[in-house]
């Protein structure tokens, strides 16, 4: 069993990706080829954003997206600490300062209900994530974000492909981040990423931005970075966008099956809450449990890949815990501890998807009851 299984992805989509590869081995544009516009055009008309930008990553996205905001040196950005490194990096990088706002557990997305009491006078923008491949609670970010005039950017990079109460994760906001990394439910063959906005005036800068700051060839008329996302992988989304919808579909039914073997067990396993106004594109299908180093032995044993999104939430590290060593995150340090993510994907069979069920919660009554025992002692 595969944590995620691309080379089934691959063998359903092979004639579509190999022809898009040949095509531009044939024409020879690897840097910004036809496939870059394409793809830009039937991203920006699946999201229904304006403007799609394709860049080099989903970390570069993050890094165009503050630079065209203007966050620098001495500006504060309200993030989660509870997601992968790149988030708060993207920020560092330019000089400014992440401001950690805690979780919803239930969720794993940044509470919004926390966000006001961190905006100071320095605060110049809001990065949630959409953690899991889940929406976070943008209505209400956007909102707090608008009475204290500030920007908000989307960090989709696991939600392309969800919705919001009506509306497309990567429209959602001023601008939108993701990322095509291969594991990601849209990914390429290496690394890449796009911004999304219906601003013009932002895009416009970020279009440059991606190019050394170039308006028009050998003309810099701002500081930028060699950040394009190159035709090769560009032709592989491309490829893959034909079955996107379909293996949507599958990685919902995946997730049906194990919320119909998981939800209201007696072993102590939770999955991650999703809400009614939302769906996922479940990027990870991870639960809540405890005792995990033990229950992820069992599954190994198994021959049951699992992983962990986060084990140690970014105010943690060692070269961020400088930045707010008051920072109060309750629930991300708990959450640290006892997430798991188990293999998820359209190629996911139920029967696959019964074994790991079955195992997990056997290993975790086992574990539980010699847990049990043991503290009565």
């Not at 959409?130 to 909102?143: F, K, R, T, V």
């Not at 003309?219 to 930028?224: D, E």
């Not at 119909?260 to 769906?279: S, Y």
């Not at 809540?288 to 105010?315: C, G």
Request: aromatic share 6%; hydrophobic share 45%.
């Amino acid at each position: 069993m595969e944590f995620i299984d691309l080379k089934s992805q691959y063998q359903a989509s092979r004639e579509l990706i190999n022809g898009r590869i040949q095509a531009v081995l044939d024409h020879g544009q690897y840097i910004m080829g036809p496939e870059v516009g394409e793809l830009e055009a039937r991203l920006a008309e699946y999201t229904g954003a304006r403007h799609c930008i394709t860049v080099a990553s989903g970390t570069e996205a993050l890094l165009v997206a503050l630079m065209a905001l203007g966050v620098g040196r001495g500006d504060e950005v309200i993030t989660t600490p509870f997601t992968f490194i790149a988030t708060a990096e993207a920020i560092v990088l330019l000089g400014a300062t992440p401001v950690f706002v805690d979780i919803d557990p239930l969720t794993c997305n940044i509470d919004p209900a926390l966000i006001e009491e961190k905006i100071t006078p320095r605060t110049r923008a809001i990065i949630p994530v959409s953690l899991y491949g889940q929406p976070a609670d943008m209505d209400e970010i956007n909102a707090i974000a608008e009475r204290h005039g500030l920007a908000v950017i989307e960090d989709a990079a696991q939600s392309f492909g969800a919705s919001y109460r009506g509306r497309q994760s990567c429209n959602l906001s001023g601008i939108a981040c993701t990322s095509f990394f291969p594991s990601k439910p849209l990914g390429c063959y290496g690394d890449g990423g796009a911004l999304f906005t219906s601003d013009d005036e932002l895009a416009r800068a970020m279009r440059e931005i991606r190019v050394h700051g170039q308006s028009k060839r050998y003309v810099h008329t701002r500081i930028g970075v060699g950040g394009r996302m190159d035709t090769l992988q560009c032709a592989v989304v491309l490829a893959k966008l034909e079955l996107f919808d379909w293996e949507l579909q599958q990685r919902q039914r995946a997730a049906a099956t194990y919320d119909a073997l998981l939800l209201g067990n007696e072993a102590g396993v939770r999955p991650i809450l999703r809400r009614e106004d939302r769906t996922s594109v479940y990027a990870q299908y991870t639960v809540v449990l405890e005792q995990r180093a033990e229950l992820q032995a069992a599954l190994a044993a198994a021959k049951i890949p699992t992983a962990v999104h986060y084990p140690v939430p970014i105010h943690r590290q060692p070269a961020y815990a400088h930045l707010d060593p008051a920072a109060a995150c309750p629930a991300s340090d708990a959450l640290a501890g006892k997430v798991m993510s188990l293999p998820m994907g359209p190629y996911l069979s139920d029967a696959e998807i019964r074994t790991v069920c079955d195992t997990l919660l056997r290993a975790a009554q086992e574990t539980g009851a010699a847990t049990a025992a043991v503290l009565s002692v």
